[in-house]
């Protein structure tokens, strides 16, 4: 199994950024992909981001050029970048990871882009 703790929400202006981090109870070398999504209030949960162990990457075209997914394999941590944040992008953000054929998750964290 493995257990996903997110941090790095929180409030922030149009245009501002924030950086998420997601640490993984085992070491990430043996996951497949981690990813981020998100869900907004009335909408279905969609992909925005997600790493897989041989660090290639895939981006949700709404967020091409503003948010960057990385990965800290000696922390066992990914991270998402995220820049130029609009007010579309206000969303819970969770954590993924794919292994052993399972979907693991975090417990989500708030982010909301407002004046």
């Known amino acids: 199994q493995v257990q996903l703790v997110e941090s790095g929400g929180g409030l922030v202006q149009p245009g501002g950024s924030l950086r998420l981090s997601c640490a993984a109870s085992?070491?990430?070398?043996?996951?497949?992909?981690m990813g981020w999504y998100r869900q907004a209030p009335g909408k279905q949960r969609e992909l925005v981001a997600v790493?897989?162990?041989?660090?290639?990457?895939n981006y949700a075209d709404s967020v091409k050029g503003r948010f960057t997914i990385s990965k800290d394999s000696a922390k066992n941590t990914v991270y998402l970048q995220m820049n130029s944040l609009k007010s579309d992008d206000t969303a819970v953000y969770s954590c993924?990871?794919?292994?052993?054929?399972?979907?693991?998750w975090g417990q989500g964290t708030q982010v909301t882009v407002s004046s």
């Open positions: 993924n990871a794919r292994y052993q054929g399972a979907n693991y």
């Open positions: 790493i897989t162990s041989f660090s290639s990457t």
């Open positions: 085992r070491s990430i070398f043996s996951i497949y992909s």
